[in-house]
């Protein structure tokens, strides 16, 4: 298994009060797949997504991506780790105001080992036109495609996507996950998807629901609905 | 690195914030090497001088000859010169004193045009041949002889050219010193007769060596007079309180504003670090790595620091001779040359790159101990209540008092910066104007003697004092085991209306007791009631006085005591007087006299003075307005950034531009009156610090006087300021569209 975490637990201290976020999760997801992990909020979705990133540690449990197992990864294992396999959407882009859409994927790239080119990716999101803009100047939509772009520039194993068409409208958010779908074909990324709307399970190989910090359930996909005729 | 590339663009997008920064740093590092270097280079010009022109350490003239001057020169390993003196009167106001050419003590630097070859010659003191039109080549007929200008002279024991030893303020316009030869002399009558004295060890205590010598002097039956400690000549010692007074004022206070400003800068870079956790999270989630992250984050306040650094030096370089000048033109001192430290350029530019450099990089460490999950959801403190929030139970207010308040409590590091910068700008306000308002004071508000002239007799007098005269009586004493410290001790008529002395509230203080200066008793430590001894510099023998009543006069460092008991307690005869204070001018023989002083010589020093002081204050002013509109401007600019949500939800809400401004920028008012209100007391220590420092070097005690006026002044200079910060910063108010509320967010 490409991802495989096993009763992984974590929480969290707020003053006196302790919540359990992830009370011991079960998952497996293959190569090359698209999972999309469903779940009303708080029930630890992007907190089990941050830990298989590395951006977050676990309190126990397994976690191993394409066979590194990451919670044993020390901050620097843990940031060579992040640097060379895995690559982030976020709900909200955080591109970096201050640098061209060319210069927010070339941040990325920069430090990669082997990088897609910058102009291949932006033409495979379509922002080729828009390269030498601000981030100021584009849509919503034209922002999370540069922040996929920026994903995927450095030809990661995993692409973690935090709710990436929770801020687009309905149109927009088809595009971009028409645009992930291509880019899981086109460089055999594997995706994992958090999202609210669970039309989007449509189109993933698997599916996990969660709830109170628990998977409650696990679905194979045995047809994949392209991402363009995913409607809700 | 491509994230580089921002750094030029943020400092673009940020224009007047950078903009600001930059000159704090720039003014930090100028003002601290251009105090350095001038208050360096007057020390070692004026130490040089004294070193090599062979500065007397005492002089006295003598009832008659010293006749084994050789021996004694051997016994003591001491130098003994003799020089003659004689006041030229030029007009009814107007003094030229002729010292005869010296070769081995206070040797005459000629600093213009040649030395003295033949007889007619003359060498003036540049200030007073300035003031009255002299240069070399004109001529003064003075003393029934013509003299040929051939060049201008410093003397070591006329730094300053004051006419009398006691007096405070010299004018060029009234007073000079001039340099011609010994022979000049023979045909001149009345001429004073002077020997200077400088000890060859220099390892041993010259106050020490000098009592011995006395001794000796005593012994020998020579009788003494005018003897004066070159550390109690004021006209060799002046010109180290200025030097005393940059070092104690200029230097710690720029290095004060300095390390203050690089605090200042500090806080802010750590604010706006914070401010982009999201971005640094995001970053640190692709896989940057912390020293990459470290590195980039250091950029900006290294640039700012070095470039700032380096430009406040390269302009602080070549200020520092035309002031040194400047300052040097008010004394007598030569100037040969003048020394730049690279020490100090080196101090200007590696300080704010350090300490700028340290705070960012621990900022940016810190920030990268949180994970990049932590640093995405952005600054982890935006929610929390401090304690300060928490004490001041800000329910009980209305809405915008709360949110004002809540404003500045919700973030410590940025009511400190403010807090900090609008008191020190405050203090250096109030400095200027509180130094001012003590020097008017002193000068302006003593009216302890109502003479004209004072005439002082080489023996001693007796019998009645002329018509429009009181007879006086005085004796130079110094504390036991402090032989520093010298004052006079006058006895006077009991019922003086010459000298009228005051208490602290106004009223009149009884000359039938003995009174002491408000200056000389806070010299001392003394209170009334007290009973000192005091050792009489004439016979070494101790004296005990009574203190009755302090006078609140900082001018003068006197005990009065009545002249009667004066003359009882020294053992000299009951109807015996060495002076007369008088309103109209005495024809007296020049012959009998020692020295006249003139009290309408003193306007035109102090219109000098005060021309000087005012500049000061002036140049004072600006620079404390510039640096609290920019401390101003930053704060307002970093609050309006933090709220850039809260400001577009306010818009969407329905809030008037008004309303917003009002709760947004005026949120600081309260620390600014606070911050103001603290600089009072902190400026008033400081001031009393740094006053008796200087009372302890010069024998000049000033009071520390706050006007209410000048207070006033300050606070609204200060809230000006603060109203034009609140100005510039309005319109990036204007500027927060309402989609940013709806726009930007977290989960």
């Known amino acids: ?232 | 690195m491509v994230l580089n590339r921002r750094v030029l663009r943020i400092l673009k997008e940020n224009k007047l914030r950078y903009l600001g920064i930059f000159m704090l740093i720039i003014l930090g590092s100028y003002t601290f090497i251009v105090a350095a270097g001038l208050s360096q280079n007057l020390a070692n010009l004026v130490t040089t001088f004294t070193e090599e022109h062979m500065q007397e350490d005492l002089s006295f003239s003598t009832d008659r000859v010293i006749s084994d001057r050789a021996e004694l020169e051997k016994e003591f390993d001491v130098i003994i010169e003799e020089y003659m003196s004689f006041d030229a009167e030029l007009s009814d106001t107007l003094t030229l004193r002729l010292l005869s050419e010296t070769e081995k003590l206070n040797i005459p630097a000629v600093i213009e045009g040649r030395g003295l070859s033949g007889s007619g010659e003359i060498l003036l003191d540049p200030a007073f041949a300035k003031a009255n039109g002299y240069s070399v080549g004109s001529q003064i007929e003075m003393a029934d002889k013509t003299f040929t200008v051939v060049g201008f002279v410093s003397l070591p024991h006329y730094i300053y050219p004051l006419k009398n030893v006691n007096d405070i303020l010299y004018s060029p316009n009234d007073f000079g010193v001039a340099v011609i030869n010994r022979e000049e002399f023979s045909d001149i009558d009345n001429v004073a007769s002077i020997y200077s004295v400088r000890f060859n060890d220099r390892t041993q205590s010259l106050n020490r060596q000098a009592v011995q010598f006395r001794e000796r002097l005593r012994v020998e039956g020579i009788t003494v007079s005018d003897w004066i400690d070159i550390m109690n000549n004021k006209r060799a010692r002046v010109v180290w309180a200025s030097i005393i007074g940059m070092k104690t004022m200029s230097v710690p206070l720029p290095a004060a504003m300095f390390l203050l400003s690089c605090l200042i800068i500090g806080i802010m870079f750590w604010r706006m670090i914070r401010q982009e956790s999201v971005i640094v999270g995001t970053l640190y989630a692709q896989g940057y790595r912390r020293r990459e992250l470290t590195r980039h984050y250091m950029a900006i306040p290294l640039l700012l620091a070095f470039a700032g650094g380096m430009i406040g030096s390269l302009l602080a370089l070549p200020s520092i001779e035309p002031m040194v000048m400047a300052m040097i033109s008010y004394y007598n001192v030569p100037v040969p040359g003048i020394k730049l430290s690279f020490l100090n350029v080196l101090i200007g530019i590696l300080t704010p790159t350090i300490f700028l450099g340290l705070s960012s990089y621990l900022v940016i460490r810190s920030e990268l101990k949180r994970s990049p999950a932590e640093l995405m959801k952005g600054d982890k403190q935006k929610t929390k209540v401090n304690a300060l929030e928490r004490a001041f139970k800000l329910e009980r207010f209305k809405f915008s008092t709360k949110f004002k308040l809540r404003e500045q409590f919700r973030s410590i590091s940025r009511l400190v910066f403010l807090f900090l910068g609008v008191t020190s700008a405050s203090v250096l306000m109030l400095f200027g104007f509180t130094i001012l308002n003590s020097m008017n004071h002193v000068f302006n508000t003593s009216d302890v003697y109502q003479f004209e002239y004072e005439y002082a007799f080489r023996d001693l007098q007796f019998g009645e004092a002329p018509e429009g005269a009181e007879a006086f009586n005085a004796g130079k004493f110094y504390p036991e085991n402090n032989e520093g410290i010298e004052f006079y001790i006058t006895g006077i008529k009991s019922d003086s209306r010459i000298v009228t002395l005051k208490d602290s509230k106004g009223n009149p203080i009884p000359n039938n007791q003995t009174n002491i200066t408000k200056a000389l008793a806070n010299r001392l430590g003394i209170k009334a009631g007290d009973t000192v001894t005091f050792i009489n510099k004439e016979d070494g023998k101790p004296y005990t006085f009574h203190i009755d009543a302090i006078a609140d006069s900082y001018v003068e460092q006197f005990i009065y005591v009545p002249i009667t008991e004066f003359n009882k307690k020294l053992g000299l005869p009951e109807n015996s007087y060495m002076g007369v204070f008088s309103t109209i001018k005495l024809d007296i023989p020049s012959e009998k006299l020692s020295g006249i002083k003139s009290m309408s010589e003193m306007p035109n020093a102090m219109d000098e003075f005060f021309g000087q002081m005012i500049s000061m204050v002036a140049l004072m002013t600006i620079v404390s307005s510039i640096v609290a509109l920019i401390i101003l401007y930053l704060v307002t600019s970093l609050i309006i950034e933090e709220n850039r949500n809260t400001i577009s939800l306010f818009k969407v809400f329905g809030y008037r531009r008004r309303e917003i401004k009002s709760m947004i920028l005026n949120s600081s008012t309260f620390v600014i009156v606070a911050g103001f209100i603290l600089s009072i007391p902190i400026m008033a220590a400081s001031m009393g610090a740094i006053y008796g420092y200087l009372g302890n070097m010069i024998n000049l005690v000033l009071p520390t006087i706050i006007s209410p006026l000048y207070v006033v002044v300050c606070f609204v200079v200060i809230m000006l300021t603060y109203q034009l910060s609140k100005l510039l910063c309005a319109k990036r108010v204007n500027e927060v569209s309402m989609s940013e509320a709806l726009k930007v967010g977290t989960e």
């Open chain 1, 1 to 232: 298994m490409f991802i495989d975490v096993s009763n992984l637990k974590k929480s969290y201290t707020t003053g006196v009060i302790k919540t359990d976020v992830l009370k011991g999760i079960e998952m497996k997801l293959g190569k090359g797949e698209i999972g999309v992990i469903l779940g009303p909020s708080g029930s630890g979705k992007s907190t089990l997504m941050n830990i298989i990133g590395g951006v977050d540690r676990g309190d126990s449990g397994k976690v191993i991506v394409d066979g590194i197992e990451v919670n044993k990864l020390n901050n620097d294992e843990l940031t060579e780790y992040r640097r060379e396999d895995i690559g982030f959407v976020f709900q909200f882009y955080n591109l970096v105001p201050n640098l061209t859409v060319g210069e927010n994927i070339e941040v990325v790239s920069n430090i990669s080992k082997s990088p897609l080119k910058i102009d291949e990716v932006l033409e495979a999101v379509e922002m080729l036109d828009k390269k030498h803009r601000f981030p100021r100047e584009l849509s919503g939509g034209e922002q999370q495609r540069v922040s996929i772009a920026r994903a995927i520039v450095k030809n990661p194993k995993l692409l973690l996507c935090d709710e990436p068409t929770g801020a687009l409208d309905y149109q927009t958010s088809r595009s971009i996950l028409k645009l992930l779908r291509q880019v899981n074909k086109k460089y055999g990324t594997t995706i994992l998807m958090i999202t609210h709307n669970g039309a989007i399970a449509a189109m993933a190989n698997k599916v996990f629901r969660l709830r109170s910090g628990e998977v409650v359930d696990e679905v194979v996909n045995q047809v994949i609905v392209p991402a363009e005729r995913i409607e809700w």
